[in-house]
């Protein structure tokens, strides 16, 4: 029997954005979610502020999630997860599992908001010592201090006063097998060194990078500011070594612009770690039966390749970080675009 | 007993002769390179926190402006080095680099961040001169001369209309005219003194009196403008000499000011303004190219000559004027007018800028050439006779470097010069 609910698996930023645009073109979504509330990872994760116009995380994804809480064509799940899967374009059968429930529900179109998951430092080639080392943390980790606006070193619970970023940690890497540029980190550590230095104000940031991506606006909205104004140092020449040295961490790697090899003490040393596909993606992607790339990314963009959220199955959609690296840009752009062609999906088939 | 053994110290020579013996290339790798131990923001606040040098801060590495740095090309310098260095250890204010930024703009030119080194140079110079820093004693001297005489070059204020004894027109002090005057003409202090330049100011009276202009200069009361100065840190030397000549040119009336060098051009026109200023003042080759129909008939003479024409920093890139001085050039009868290579927005500095005209010992200890050397090479490439010029300070740096490179075979000439040339057919 076809329907013209739209399935939308995921309640993060793509989810919730697709879910919200469905609700408005006049649609009926039903958005399962693993966790027992939306907001997806910039929630989990604890986000402090957004890249664009500095919003507080937390705040911005509240107000996606109480409109599609509040909206009377979306219904949410919780708890849930996908079981079971069949059917074709315009005549879906899932199974899920809601809360400890069991639910069948026939849909018409299917939107994938999986997301991604943050690389595991200890899979670097590099020493960087991610779990040998306290005062070697991630990007994610220092997010959550600096919403807390308690920034310390792990170890001691000192303020750290000297606090390096390594950009590309498990990006753009044939032997780690991720040979994609996570598109986001250069945006997020110059974003996590303004705070840092607005947090600390006696501190000294630098990032060492291989060289700095800061495309679109992120350029004069965040690199710039943080050398000019928040005089972050950028170095080019990445870090490929991080040692012991007293109670403190011993970076090494060569300064290509000036071809000497370097060797600095730092209180801190922040791993830029990149996307890759989350467990969630992985799973749903084999449930779903559609094609995902080499890295584990579902497959987007068809045989066109010029429609960015189609897949490989008819009636299926992805949007957001499960077809690779995406800022939230890029996942609200792809939500509302998937929410547009599964909505005219259904449309087909039902008329 | 144990061997004495003294280690090597770290060198980091690209080419290395010792006793005759060449130790380039994979010898010199025995060598360690250098590890940066630290970085030093502090270096690089230092600056940016200095007024009017905050743009220090936006390099971001992209290094235009060491392709187009004409010091670079005859040395190792850049801003983008000077950022760098600053990041990794070298105090600008106390390093050789702080002296040799000629201010000539190329690099500001094609800088994405807008670093402002016109700006930056000034002011850490300033600092430095203030912090008792080193100063090239050169540039020591011109300041003194200047304070004292009111001139770079020490010569006596009361012999500075000297030269109108020998320009074989009369040319009109405006004290004792004691009447408004169309013209204004600030002669400068090198066409005012040096022997060799003294040729300009002749010719330009000489064109001046056979157009009809009303002019009169300031004689024995005219002083030096000193931005030149200010560029190179003496901001209180400058202050001192623009306050009093403002209030020299506001005793007079006077509708337009006409300026023999750049350097001036840029003072009155886009400096003193911030000092109260007011006034329209033009280079000569801009208030002659207005002449230039009355000026043609008058230029009777052919002067068969191949002449390249060096833009100055200071009239091109700094008031962008390109096209006057070539117009005049080519209403010349028998003159060839040849481009060289670097040209108008790009051309390439003679190193007199920014106080560079009085630091030729020092800044030859931190280059490979001088950088009127290299455009004097230039010019002879282009296969000129003539390189023409039209600042005070080109000819004799250009005269010099002709010689220096083995090219005698051309000739240095003020456009003044050969305008004058041809009306009189010498």
């Known amino acids: 029997m076809t329907s013209g609910k739209i399935l939308i698996i995921g309640g993060g930023p793509a989810g919730m954005e697709a879910a919200r645009c469905v609700a408005e073109l006049g649609g009926e979504a039903i958005v399962i979610e693993k966790r027992g509330r939306l907001g997806g990872t910039p929630d989990s994760e604890r986000y402090a502020k957004l890249t664009h116009h500095w919003r507080d995380a937390s705040e911005a994804m509240e107000e996606l999630a109480s409109a599609v809480r509040n909206s009377a064509n979306v219904e949410v799940k919780y708890l849930a997860e996908v079981k079971g899967f069949s059917g074709s374009d315009g005549d879906f059968t899932v199974e899920i599992e809601a ?125 710039w500011p943080a050398q000019e104004k928040y005089k972050v140092n950028f170095v080019k020449g990445v870090i490929s070594e991080v040692l012991p040295k007293g109670n403190q961490l011993l970076i090494r790697g060569e300064d290509t612009t000036m071809s000497r090899p370097m060797e600095v003490v730092m209180d801190l040393v922040v791993l830029s770690v990149g996307m890759e596909p989350s467990a969630g993606t992985r799973a749903v992607a084999q449930q779903l039966g559609i094609k995902q790339n080499k890295y584990g990314f579902v497959e987007a963009g068809g045989t066109s390749g010029i429609d960015p959220v189609s897949t490989s199955r008819p009636g299926i959609f992805v949007a957001g970080a499960a077809s690779g690296p995406s800022d939230l840009d890029d996942s609200f752009a792809q939500a509302g675009l998937a929410a547009a062609r599964a909505v005219a999906s259904v449309r087909r088939v039902m008329a | 007993m144990a061997v004495k053994f003294k280690k090597t110290t770290a060198i980091e020579l690209e080419h290395a002769v010792i006793d005759g013996v060449d130790i380039s290339g994979h010898w010199s790798r025995m060598f360690e390179q250098r590890v940066i131990f630290e970085y030093t923001p502090e270096l690089i606040e230092k600056i940016t926190g200095l007024p009017d040098a905050e743009s220090f801060a936006n390099c971001y590495q992209c290094a235009k402006c060491v392709a187009v ?338 090219n005698e075979h051309v000739g240095v000439l003020d456009i003044l010069e050969l305008l004058d040339r041809s009306m009189r057919g010498e």
Request: a neutral charge; proline letters at 5%; glycine letters at 8%.
């Open chain 2, 69 to 406: 740095c004409p010091v670079d090309i005859v040395g190792d310098y850049g801003p983008r080095k000077l950022y760098k260095h600053a990041q990794t250890g070298t105090d600008l204010m106390k390093s050789p680099d702080l002296w040799l930024c000629t201010t000539c703009s190329n690099c500001l030119r094609v800088c994405p961040k807008e670093v402002n080194m016109i700006k930056i140079m000034p002011a850490a110079r300033e600092q430095a001169i203030l912090d008792g820093n080193f100063v090239p004693q050169e540039l020591q001297d011109a300041f003194e001369n200047t304070a004292k005489s009111g001139n770079p070059l020490g010569q006596p204020q009361r012999k500075r209309d000297a030269w109108i004894q020998s320009a074989g027109v009369p040319v009109p002090i405006i004290k004792d005219l004691a009447r408004p005057v169309d013209v204004l003409w600030y002669v400068g202090s090198y066409p005012s003194y040096h022997p060799r330049n003294i040729a300009a100011a002749v010719a330009a009276a000489r064109i001046f009196s056979v157009l009809g202009i009303d002019f009169a200069i300031l004689g024995k009361e005219e002083k030096d403008d000193a931005d030149t100065q200010r560029l190179a840190g003496e901001k209180g030397l400058f202050e001192m000499m623009s306050e009093y000549n403002i209030q020299t040119f506001n005793k007079y009336e006077w509708k337009e000011m006409v300026v023999t060098g750049p350097h001036e051009l840029n003072a009155f026109k886009n400096i003193y303004p911030k000092f109260g200023f007011e006034g329209s003042v033009l280079h000569y080759t801009t208030f002659l190219a207005r002449y230039l129909e009355q000026l043609k008939p008058l230029l009777k003479h052919e002067v068969k000559l191949k002449v390249t024409y060096h833009d100055p920093c200071y009239l091109g890139r700094h008031n962008e004027e390109y096209e006057a001085p070539r117009k005049l050039l080519e209403a010349i009868p028998g003159v060839e007018l040849v481009e060289m290579p670097r040209n108008r927005e790009n051309g390439y500095c003679c190193g007199g800028g920014g106080g560079g005209m009085w630091m030729d010992s020092f800044s030859g200890q931190h280059i490979k050439m001088r950088l009127s050397d290299k455009r004097a090479m230039e010019a002879a490439s282009t296969g000129a006779n003539i390189l023409a010029v039209a600042c005070p300070f080109e000819v004799t740096r250009f005269e010099d470097a002709v010689k220096s490179t083995g």
């Open chain 1, 99 to 223: 809360d400890g429930k069991a639910e069948t529900h026939n849909v018409g179109a299917v939107i994938v908001a999986t997301g991604f998951q943050h690389f595991d430092p200890g899979r670097a080639t590099q020493y960087y010592n991610y779990y040998s080392f306290a005062d070697v943390i991630t990007i994610s980790d220092l997010e959550k201090m600096l919403k807390e606006n308690k920034v310390v070193r792990p170890s001691n619970g000192e303020t750290p006063k000297r606090i390096a970023f390594i950009q590309c940690v498990g990006s753009r890497d044939r032997q780690i097998g991720n040979e994609y540029c996570s598109k986001v980190c250069c945006g997020v550590a110059s974003k996590q060194a303004i705070e840092l230095r607005e947090q600390i104000s006696d501190s000294k940031v630098f990032i060492f990078y291989i060289d700095m991506r800061m495309y679109g606006y992120w350029e004069p909205e965040i690199y």
